[in-house]
């Protein structure tokens, strides 16, 4: 008996149509950057599984339950990315003889975590992510901030709120770490019990509970942005008034941790109102220790990711109509097979044009061919046959208003031809690199 195998659980395939919609994210997640000045990065998706214990931490979610993990054939334990941050402070931490500091980077690819399947939440999903190494002053924090909201502009979504909090460095953490501890030990009958084994380890991470009984403690749990250092203190100040002063809306939300262990100082969310309830679309913060706690350098860092399957979804709902980035501009179908060596031709003369012209994939009638054409969406139709050939002209026409050019070559459909077809059909029309509307 056969059997179809079907994709593992968690896990999707982007086919057309709807690759167009990915498409156009990621170029204008990817365009927005490079304007920016960020420049691309690409990591294994395979790392030694000790890394993401060391960065994400013993206590995370990620760590504990989500991590594909398994032995290669050595025997060394390895793990699927289920983040960017820690395989790329990694990379540049091996070449970091050769960067220049501050370093901007940008990265588009997939991550894995064992999570329950639902609307937003994949075990196989892609990271856009950001990270700045070696920028020691909130800029770096700020330009974060402007960068995501500079995306989240250009694909035109809507009620996107910005959530921002100061969690306090290493010489805030310690006090604040006994306050905390304090409290939820009060409290601790009440607790979850992977909570009450938390709290030995590290009490921060019960912030990230998702267990009711948790999160009804925590709204009574001292918060961090009351307990930071003057130095804290003063560039959450300036993080908020220049956010004020540009007119970029935020609220300060004393509850985020964030699920990773890595974080200090300054984290934020940005998250979108769905009918299913809130979405977090971006995530982010400083991560200045992570560096020495991996055997590095001081190096100071801070960056985010965006989940682009979430920021699809929202586009969906949305309804917000994106740009063709994908659109074809001529479709010609060869209608006899005499004609076939010059239509390869024209066609490849057009392409270095820079048109995005085809041929014909199947045999069939000028009907089914210019069915085909209009489903596809191609701009331009040209029916290739006899008459063409006898005639030594064609007609070009345009699907969406019927508009016929007629084009007569004087030189078998070669150089001079070609270039009247682009000059009356494609540049006239605003069709070709650069020039599409
Ligand atoms: P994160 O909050 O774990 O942070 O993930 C960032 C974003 O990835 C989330 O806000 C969400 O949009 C998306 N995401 C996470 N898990 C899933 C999932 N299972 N399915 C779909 N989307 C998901 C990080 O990963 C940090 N590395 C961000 C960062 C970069 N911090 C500093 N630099």
Not at 146 to 165: P, R, T
Not at 243 to 254: A, F, H
Not at 408 to 428: A, L, M, P, R
């Amino acid at each position: 008996m056969s059997f179809f195998i079907k994709r593992v659980r968690g896990t999707k395939d982007v086919l057309p149509p709807n690759d167009k919609i990915w498409s156009w994210v990621e170029s204008v997640m990817k365009e927005s950057a490079a304007f920016y000045g960020f420049l691309n990065v690409r990591t294994p998706v395979i790392e030694f599984t000790e890394l993401f214990k060391l960065s994400s931490g013993e206590t995370s979610d990620v760590v504990q339950k989500e991590m594909y993990t398994f032995d290669d054939k050595s025997g060394r334990s390895i793990s699927l990315r289920p983040e960017f941050t820690a395989g790329v402070l990694r990379a540049i931490l091996e070449d970091l003889n050769n960067q220049i500091l501050p370093l901007k980077l940008m990265y588009f690819g997939p991550c894995f975590r064992y999570e329950k399947p639902q609307s937003g939440r994949y075990r196989e999903f892609f990271q856009f992510g950001i990270e700045i190494f070696g920028g020691n002053s909130v800029n770096s924090d700020i330009e974060l901030l402007f960068l995501a909201n500079y995306i989240f502009k250009k694909l035109g979504l809507k009620n996107v709120k910005l959530e921002i909090n100061a969690i306090g460095c290493k010489e805030c953490h310690n006090d604040y770490r006994n306050l905390v501890l304090d409290f939820f030990n009060k409290n601790l009958n009440n607790l979850c019990s992977v909570c009450r084994a938390r709290l030995e380890k590290n009490p921060l991470r019960i912030f990230d509970c998702k267990e009711e009984s948790c999160q009804k403690i925590c709204q009574n749990a001292p918060v961090t942005v009351m307990n930071i250092c003057k130095e804290c203190n003063r560039d959450f100040e300036e993080i908020k008034n220049t956010l004020t002063t540009c007119g970029i809306e935020y609220k300060v939300n004393p509850y985020i941790v964030r699920g990773l262990d890595y974080y200090t100082k300054f984290v934020f969310e940005f998250i979108v109102a769905t009918q299913t309830g809130n979405l977090t679309v971006c995530g982010g913060g400083r991560y200045d220790g992570l560096s020495k706690f991996m055997g590095g350098p001081d190096l100071c860092a801070t960056g985010f990711a965006i989940g682009v399957e979430r920021i699809i979804e929202i586009i969906k709902t949305q309804k917000i109509e994106i740009s063709e980035t994908n659109s074809r501009d001529l479709y010609i179908a060869c209608l006899i097979s005499e004609a076939k060596i010059k239509v390869t031709k024209i066609i490849s003369k057009l392409r270095e044009f820079g048109i995005k012209a085809d041929i014909n994939l199947f045999e069939g009638n000028v009907k089914s061919q210019i069915q085909f054409a209009n489903k596809a969406a191609y701009k331009y139709f040209l029916a290739f046959g006899n008459e063409e050939i006898k005639n030594n002209s064609c007609k070009i026409k345009n699907m969406s208003n019927g508009e016929i050019f007629e084009i007569v070559s004087s030189d078998d459909f070669g150089d001079n031809f070609i270039k009247t077809c682009i000059e009356t059909v494609f540049i006239y029309n605003s069709v070709g690199p650069g020039m599409s509307s």
